[in-house]
Structure formats: C-alpha cells, structure tokens
C-alpha cells in the first residue's frame, strides 16, 4: 500500500502493480540459540548491511556514536557483541574504521544463517535510505527478534511489538533490545508472531503467483524461476 501510494504520486495516469516482497522461508528455519554467547559474558545482536550502501554505513556510525554507550551501560557485567555481518569481501580498512565491532562476511545464505544463530537480537537503525526490508525478513524468518527503525522497515505490513521492534530514539532503541534479552515471554512471542507473519505474507508461495499474474498479462509465458 505504501509503495502503491508513492508510485501513483509519481504517475497517477500508468498502470501499476505493486507486488510483495519475497523469501525462500523454509531455508530460514532454524533454532537461534542466543544462549550461546551469553555463557561467555557477552550478548551478540547483529546488523545485516551492504557496506557499498551509504546509508548502511551512516547506521554503523549512530550504532557506535548513541547504542553502542547506551548498550555498555544497559548490559552491566554482559560485554555487548556487535557483529556486522556483509557479503563485502574488503574488511581491513572497516575493522580498522569500527574497532569496537566485529565484521563478518558471508558469501551465500546458509552461512549468514549459522552467523546468526546465536544472535540475542538483530538491529537496523536506518536514519535515511530505502531501509533493509529483505535482511528484515530474512533475520524474522530465523527466529531472530528485529530492532529498527520506521525507516528501515519502511513498506513491510508488520505490527509493532508483535512482530517487530521500531523504536527512533536512542533511549528508545536500547530499551527494547534489553528488554528482549531479559524478557524470554516477549522475545518468543515476538520471534513466534513475526516468523508466523513473514512466511504468511512474504514467502515466495504467496509473491510468485502475484508476479505470475503480471507475466500473464505482459504476454510472457515462460520466466525463470527463483
């Protein structure tokens, strides 16, 4: 609807189909064992981001300027674990950048999801741009709880605090993550609702046959499949 709205705006006169994003949910269904870390002194939560992309960068920056501080202080006797995980290859020059966080790549799926099986939460505190929708809903669709932004979840049709976590101001953000660290009843239902959301409204069972019916009426019969 948001997207629809925006591309009327822009051409009230064409005609437009607006279809749902979509993921493979299934690959995603893993059990997350925030746990894992914790026994060690350290809470992980994790950020999903194409480095090429400035806003992405500029996120990384008010992650170690407002949360990172806040995250220090909220965690007491827990070191927050910052990991960045991207499918840049050139990491030297970022580690070198943000010392206090850990950059990790990924090269396909299935590594990026054993990278955040022990993740507590996963943050993406977008202040400008065109947002992290598909990281979102892969990140929700593992059993991992989001933290955002309005502008980095901008466009998806998911409910706050039952399926997703928005927050904008610092004090605000670091809340709920604590809170979903401390809280196993909110950080389940939020995990249980959201996954529950995402494979209802964004699997690839529900957009292919949506992108199938505008093949049809472009005339295009044959396509590749995802």
């Known amino acids: 609807p948001i997207d629809a709205s925006r591309m009327e705006k822009l051409a009230p006169n064409s005609k437009r189909e607006v279809l749902p994003y979509g993921i ?8 997350p064992d925030p746990n894992r870390t914790r026994a060690v002194g350290g809470v992980r939560l994790s950020f999903i981001a194409d480095l090429d992309y400035r806003p992405n960068l500029h996120a990384i920056e ?7 501080p806040r995250f220090l202080g909220a965690f007491r006797g ?15 020059a970022l580690s070198a950048r943000f010392p206090e966080f850990v950059f990790r790549n990924y090269s396909r799926n299935e590594v990026l999801i054993d990278q955040l099986r022990d993740s507590a939460a996963a943050i993406f505190p977008l ?5 992290n929708r598909i990281h979102i809903l892969e990140t929700i669709a593992a059993g991992i709880p989001v933290v955002t932004t309005g502008r980095g979840s901008d466009g998806l049709a998911l ?6 976590c928005i927050a904008e101001r610092p004090d605000e953000f670091t ?5 979903l660290t401390r809280d196993p009843e909110f950080r389940n239902a939020l ?3 959201g996954r529950e959301t995402v494979r209802a409204r964004y699997d690839w069972a529900q957009s292919n046959p949506a992108m199938d019916s505008v ?10 499949t995802p």
């Open 215 to 224: 093949f049809e009426k472009l005339g295009i019969t044959d396509r590749p």
């Open 62 to 68: 008010w992650i170690r300027e407002e949360l990172y």
């Open 127 to 131: 202040r400008y741009g065109r947002g």
């Open 78 to 92: 827990e070191k927050p674990i910052i990991q960045i995980h991207t499918e840049t290859v050139e990491l030297d």
């Open 24 to 31: 493979d949910t299934k690959i995603y269904a893993m059990k």
């Open 191 to 193: 995990v249980r609702h």
């Open 159 to 164: 409910e706050p605090l039952t399926d997703i």
């Open 175 to 179: 809340s709920l993550v604590v809170r």
